[in-house]
Structure formats: C-alpha cells, structure tokens
C-alpha cells in the first residue's frame, strides 16, 4: 500500500514564525501535491510538483513556498506565519502523468497559529 | 475547466437507511472518477474509483456508476451504519496531473 506521512499531526506557531510542513511518500510518485482544508471551502491547492525541483503554483499559493530536492519529499514553508494560515494541510501522492490512478493523501497536519 | 459539483450537507439518515450522495462534472476528455472519504481528524481516504464510461467502482457496500451520458458519478450504498458518518468528496483526474475535488458532503448516521 502507498503510504504518504506528514511529519506532525499537530503544530502550534505564532505569527511571524517560518513554518516547515514535510511530507514523504514511498512509492515513488511522481506527482506530489499541498493541500489546505477549511471549513465549507472543500480542499484547495496550494502547490503542487510533478518532479524533482518541478513545482507549479496552485490555486492559493501566496504566502507559501515549496521544496522538492528528491523524488519522495515534498516541503510546504510558511515564509512568515499569519494568523490565516491557521489550518488542515494535506500532502498527496500520485503516479505521473498518463496514470488513471487516485491521489494517495496523507493524514494531514492540523495548524494553528497564534 | 474542469470541475466537480456535488451535493451539499450536510446529510442525516437513521441506520440501514439508503444514501445517494449526487456528483456531476465537467471536463474535457475523458476523466477518471474517484470518490474518497474522511473520517473526523484524518485525510483523505480512496473509497471507490472508475476510468472509463459505465465502469462500476465498489467497495465496503457502496457503489457509483460512471455515465458518461450525464456526466455524472453518484455514491450509493444499500444500508448505511453508523460507522458510515465520514465527509464524502467526489473527485475527477483529467487526463494531465489535475484533480479536481467537490466541496465534500457530511454524513451522519444516527442509531
């Protein structure tokens, strides 16, 4: 089975703070993607990845950078957390480009910044 | 563009109640459907999936129909338990690196 971990369940920052969310999937995906969750606003993309140093802004990206320095790791940085930010991020996996198959997501990270 | 429009929450059945959760789409080509389910503090979970037109994805009792014809994926199960009540969100893969997800509908099963 494809596992994609998240590196904390939970995190607690203050504003100000540069933030590092990481995540890593093991089955040699070559698309990774970050997630935001809010309530009634569904899921957002914020950034996603399609190799390694590839990155493609999504449809929230500002605020947030990425990092993608090998195949399996997918970095999300808060540059300077902002009490909006607070949030449930979630990292997913999938096969390339051609592939028909699913995302394969992480358990997510609940943030809160204060 | 692309995009996933599914039916709003939030839902409540009593048990061994039959569920519809309606999602229609929009997309150029030919898409693969996926619905997928979240249980309360976790991620995303895979439920059920189909590639082509009229393919059949199911799994623990619920089921959805591809049909092309109307553009539409709609989740079905039988007889829901209470172990059932999740947020549900219909999702479509276009034929690059795109997925596209509905809103998620919340389900809550009473006894």
């Known amino acids: 089975d494809v596992k994609v971990t998240q590196s904390s369940r939970y995190l607690v920052k203050r504003t100000g703070e540069k933030v590092f969310l990481e995540c890593v999937q093991d089955?040699?995906?070559?698309?990774m993607f970050w997630y935001r969750q809010d309530p009634g606003l569904g899921l957002r993309l914020i950034y996603f990845?399609?190799?390694?140093?590839?990155?493609e802004k999504g449809d929230i990206p500002e605020g947030y950078s990425v990092s993608r320095e090998k195949k399996e790791r997918f970095s999300l940085i808060l540059e300077s957390a902002s009490t909006n930010q607070t949030s449930m991020y979630l990292c997913?996996?999938?096969?390339?480009?051609?592939?028909?198959?699913?995302?394969?997501f992480g358990d997510g990270t609940r943030l809160s910044i204060l | 563009g692309d995009s996933v429009t599914q039916m709003e929450g939030p839902v409540t059945l009593s048990e061994e109640a039959f569920l519809t959760i309606n999602c229609t789409y929009t997309?150029?080509?030919?898409?693969?459907l996926f619905w997928y389910v979240q249980y309360p503090g976790e991620g995303l979970q895979l439920l059920l999936k189909?590639?082509?037109?009229?393919d059949k994805g199911s799994n623990k009792g619920f089921e959805a129909t591809y049909r092309k014809e109307t553009t539409s994926f709609h989740l079905e199960k039988g007889s829901v338990q209470v172990s059932d009540s999740a947020v549900y969100f219909c999702?479509?893969?276009?034929?690059?690196?795109?997925?596209?997800f509905g809103t998620g509908t919340s389900l809550t099963v009473i006894p």
């Open positions: 990845s399609y190799d390694v140093k590839m990155k």
């Open positions: 089955m040699d995906h070559e698309n």
């Open positions: 999702a479509l893969k276009d034929t690059g690196n795109q997925f596209y």
């Open positions: 189909a590639t082509k037109a009229d």
């Open positions: 997309a150029t080509g030919y898409p693969s």
């Open positions: 997913a996996s999938s096969p390339g480009h051609h592939s028909n198959q699913p995302q394969h």
